[in-house]
């Protein structure tokens, strides 16, 4: 018996129906049975590079039938959505096949959870301050609410967008300590139950030897990386599973 939700049933079925995942998903299960569900999560960058040229050929025939017009611009939103769905599509057979507790669960929509919302709101004087998260892992507790959580940004590239997240935790920090810079500010944070803040990519341009950004990477709680290495700064994101059950 399926330990997901109906709900979580429609998202899998819905990843598979995207017609650039239908390749990269084919990918996928070569390296899934090659190396078994938790560890092929570790090759998502390879699995993202080898899938390109037969979602390029997609691309040039959806050109071709008028169904879409820019494939530079398409191209850039698959890149983005492709390692996010990935993630998400192991999340959830990772959880049917029970690697996962069933009282956790994955959105792609955090800003639009209201709870989750809630709890990665920082005010700075009457202003406030969001983190830049592309999903959010978190357990339900049994009445029904918000357990804990964990947010992660995801990014292909270490240069885009990487500063943001950083700078959030950090206000965390100063928000939930006291210090003068709290004070000066006027930052406050309201809530007893602080989410996890976590990193992942897939290190296209190999940047992660690079030491400005190896530094970023003390700012988490946890950061994880889709390709095979052995790091003490990173985990592999096949460490995910693991630290959803033992944290959430």
């Known amino acids: 018996m399926s330990s997901l ?18 390749p990269i998903l084919s990918k996928l299960d070569e390296y899934i049975d090659k190396y078994g569900l938790e560890k092929s999560l570790d090759y998502l960058n390879k699995i993202l590079i080898l899938a390109k040229d037969d979602v390029e050929i997609l691309l040039d025939k959806r050109i071709l039938a008028g169904e879409i017009k820019d494939k530079s611009q398409a191209r850039k939103s698959i890149a983005g ?13 990772l959880k049917e096949n029970k690697f996962i507790k069933s009282n956790v669960f994955v959105t792609s929509n955090p800003k639009q959870y209201k ?15 969001k983190p830049d998260m592309d999903l959010a892992i978190y357990s339900i507790n049994k009445e029904n609410e918000l357990n804990k959580c964990l947010i992660l940004s995801l990014k292909t590239s270490l240069r885009k967008k990487s500063e ?28 007893k139950n602080m989410p996890l803040v ?21 700012f988490f709680d946890v950061a994880f990386i889709g390709k095979p290495l052995n790091a003490e700064f990173i985990n592999n994101l096949s460490d995910l599973p693991r630290f959803v059950n033992e944290n959430l």
């Open 115 to 129: 709870l989750i919302s809630d709890i990665v709101t920082i005010k700075v004087d009457n202003e406030t301050q």
């Open 198 to 218: 976590g990193f992942a990519t897939v290190n296209f341009y190999d940047e992660i030897n690079n030491p400005q950004h190896r530094g970023m990477f003390k």
């Open 164 to 191: 943001q997240i950083c700078a959030w935790k950090l206000l965390l920090e100063i928000a939930t300590s006291d210090n003068p810079i709290k004070e000066k500010y006027n930052i406050s944070y309201e809530h």
């Open 81 to 93: 959505n492709a390692f996010s769905l990935l993630i998400k599509y192991l999340f959830l057979t």
């Open 5 to 22: 939700l109906k709900q979580e049933k429609q998202i899998l079925k819905m990843i598979k129906s995207r017609y650039y995942m239908i």
